[in-house]
């Protein structure tokens, strides 16, 4: 059997390896375009900023290892440039050369990513960039090393326009603009989740522009003139950070099927309307496990586990792939965001009956040295409690909270199953009861009726309406320090003894620190006979926002 693969890194490469594994004796082509096979794409960023030191660090195989260890005939620096699925042969061109010609396949897998998007009349130059390989790495760090570079903009507030602001500002101190369309940084996440991000960047000397789209980018003398819709900046260096898109024009030119949005249509086994031809990783669109609509998820993980598809289907191993959930993590200076299923766009989009509920627990046991605050936002299906998406923001064990809740939406578990997950407990590490236990607790609060709950942007919302309150039941000193305008304060342990000066004709939005105390108070509020909603994220959340 021939194989031609198409495309190397995380795809192409994993499916190359995994033929070998299962078939010795086929014939396996990989043709890459670039210079190199397999390279760490999602090191860029800290290449650029120093972090990881060498180019070499960032290949994870180069072709003569590959060919090495698995025998698979690797052609750098060449394209493949048309498919012909009646003859079952494609035409490759060699970039060094120019030179054509002719290679038959038995089964073709399709893995050639997607390239950044660059919706601007002036190409990529010295100070304009795209970062998508190794190449445009080493390129950027090399112009900005040889040259007086102080300004650096970064058009788009994702996931890689995020890395690179935070690498350029930790190399040579540099000064860094974001500018984002939207009105928040990183799509996936929720509006409110994002204004952690927001000042984590802030505090660390990052200019956030946002709601502010850009209409043209002019060079200006020694300068590249960014012009947004209602101002302009003058800066060194420009990198576009606006999202990908498939590099499915072979595809399209061979009549395979193609969304009206990019991306090649596959089935459970990553095959084409072409049974075969294959395709996977960024170049394609797959089922969202939570909602069953397909979309776009060009992050590593899924390219892997679809890799392994391929090639088990092309040997005869009958395997499907299930979809994704989009599980993914980001570091930002000191904090980590972890982000794993749907957020709330996504279930007003499908019409789920959702709720949301945001906790503020502690990374391990308070008494333990070094345990800090976490913000975890969980998006639960109304009435039984299925875990749907999740947001974890903080210090220390983002990845480890946002993985097991992974595992949990994956599984369709609900909140009663994450109260009775045992799961390690250690004071370095945990709590004796960890923030997933606490997550399901408060979940299930909610969901029989012990306590009602209300986000900050609807007390806000609900300020100006005189039958309710809202009522802060911290100590003393922490309402002297900073406290919601207008708020009622009564601390906790003086509750009880103080009932009586509240109405029972009120309703009473409670807020503590980070939502335990608030929640006792309106246990005691409820059983008083008064009306109470608890203020989820308590005022550790308030105070990003």
């Given at each position: 059997m021939k194989i031609i693969i198409v495309g190397g890194v995380a795809g192409g490469a994993t499916t190359a390896a995994r033929l070998r594994r299962l078939d010795e004796r086929a014939e396996i082509i990989l043709v890459e375009r670039g210079k190199f096979i397999s390279f760490a794409n999602c090191g860029l960023p800290y290449y650029i900023g120093d972090v990881i030191k060498t180019k070499k660090d960032l290949l994870v195989?180069?072709?003569?290892?590959?060919?090495?260890?698995?025998?698979?005939?690797?052609?750098?620096?060449?394209?493949?440039?048309?498919?012909?699925?009646?003859?079952?042969?494609?035409?490759?061109?060699?970039?060094?050369?120019?030179?054509?010609y002719t290679e038959s396949y038995d089964k073709l897998v399709l893995s050639p990513g997607a390239s950044p998007i660059n919706p601007f009349k002036i190409l990529n130059g010295e100070k304009i960039r795209t970062l998508r390989n190794v190449e445009d790495s080493v390129e950027i760090k090399d112009y900005m090393e040889k040259n007086n570079i102080?300004?650096?903009?970064?058009?788009?507030?994702?996931?890689?326009?995020?890395?690179?602001?935070?690498?350029?500002?930790?190399?040579?101190?540099?000064?860094?603009?974001?500018?984002?369309?939207?009105?928040?940084?990183?799509?996936?996440?929720?509006?409110?989740?994002?204004?952690?991000?927001?000042?984590?960047?802030?505090?660390?000397?990052?200019?956030?522009?946002?709601?502010?789209?850009?209409?043209?980018?002019?060079?200006?003398?020694?300068?590249?003139?960014?012009?947004?819709e209602n101002q302009e900046i003058d800066t060194d260096f420009v990198v576009l950070c606006i999202g990908v898109k498939s590099e499915d024009e072979l595809a399209k030119q061979c009549g395979l099927k193609v969304y009206s949005r990019g991306g090649i249509v596959v089935n459970e086994k990553?095959?084409?309307?072409?049974?075969?031809?294959?395709?996977?990783?960024?170049?394609?669109?797959?089922?969202?496990?939570?909602?069953?609509?397909?979309?776009?998820?060009?992050?590593?993980?899924?390219?892997?586990?679809?890799?392994?598809?391929?090639?088990?289907?092309?040997?005869?191993?009958?395997t499907n792939y299930e979809g994704s959930i989009g599980s993914s993590i980001l570091k930002i200076f000191n904090y980590n965001l972890g982000i794993t299923g749907i957020n709330e766009m996504t279930c007003k989009r499908n019409d789920i009956a959702y709720k949301t509920i945001i906790l503020s627990p502690y990374s391990h046991a308070t008494y333990y040295p070094g345990a800090s605050m976490l913000t975890i936002k969980a998006i639960y299906e109304d009435k039984s409690g299925r875990i749907l998406g999740v947001q974890v923001f903080g210090e220390e064990n983002?990845?480890?909270?946002?993985?097991?809740?992974?595992?949990?939406?994956?599984?369709?578990?609900?909140?009663?199953?994450?109260?009775?997950?045992?799961?390690?407990?250690?004071?370095?590490?945990?709590?004796?009861?960890?923030?997933?236990?606490?997550?399901?607790?408060?979940?299930?609060?909610?969901?029989?009726?012990?306590?009602?709950?209300?986000?900050?942007?609807?007390?806000?919302?609900?300020?100006?309406?005189?039958?309710?309150?809202?009522?802060?039941?911290?100590?003393?000193?922490?309402?002297?320090?900073?406290?919601?305008?207008?708020?009622?304060?009564?601390?906790?342990?003086?509750?009880?003894?103080?009932?009586?000066?509240?109405?029972?004709?009120?309703?009473?939005?409670?807020?503590?620190?980070?939502?335990?105390?608030?929640?006792?108070?309106?246990?005691?509020?409820?059983?008083?006979?008064?009306?109470?909603?608890?203020?989820?994220?308590?005022?550790?959340?308030?105070?990003?926002?």
């Open positions: 195989q180069t072709p003569e290892d590959f060919n090495m260890r698995f025998n698979i005939d690797v052609r750098v620096k060449q394209e493949v440039i048309k498919i012909n699925r009646r003859e079952k042969n494609v035409i490759i061109k060699n970039l060094e050369t120019n030179e054509e102080e300004n650096v903009t970064i058009i788009g507030g994702g996931y890689i326009g995020i890395e690179l602001a935070e690498n350029l500002r930790n190399f040579k101190n540099l000064k860094v603009t974001i500018v984002e369309k939207a009105t928040h940084l990183i799509a996936p996440l929720d509006e409110d989740m994002s204004k952690l991000v927001y000042k984590v960047l802030t505090r660390n000397g990052i200019n956030v522009i946002l709601d502010n789209g850009v209409k043209e980018i002019i060079n200006k003398n020694d300068k590249i003139n960014v012009v947004l990553m095959q084409t309307n072409d049974e075969d031809i294959y395709a996977l990783g960024d170049v394609v669109k797959i089922k969202n496990c939570v909602t069953g609509e397909v979309s776009s998820i060009p992050l590593a993980g899924p390219a892997n586990k679809q890799a392994r598809v391929v090639a088990n289907n092309i040997c005869n191993r009958n983002v990845d480890k909270i946002t993985d097991i809740l992974a595992v949990a939406i994956k599984m369709k578990m609900t909140a009663y199953d994450l109260e009775e997950l045992d799961l390690c407990y250690a004071p370095p590490f945990s709590s004796a009861k960890s923030p997933v236990n606490l997550l399901g607790n408060s979940i299930v609060n909610q969901i029989e009726g012990l306590v009602d709950t209300v986000t900050w942007k609807e007390v806000e919302d609900l300020k100006n309406n005189k039958d309710i309150l809202v009522l802060d039941v911290r100590t003393d000193e922490e309402f002297e320090s900073r406290n919601y305008k207008g708020a009622i304060h009564i601390p906790l342990d003086d509750l009880r003894k103080r009932l009586n000066e509240l109405d029972k004709a009120k309703i009473y939005l409670v807020y503590c620190r980070t939502g335990l105390r608030s929640y006792i108070a309106c246990r005691i509020l409820y059983q008083n006979g008064f009306k109470a909603k608890n203020i989820t994220g308590g005022y550790y959340f308030y105070s990003y926002l």
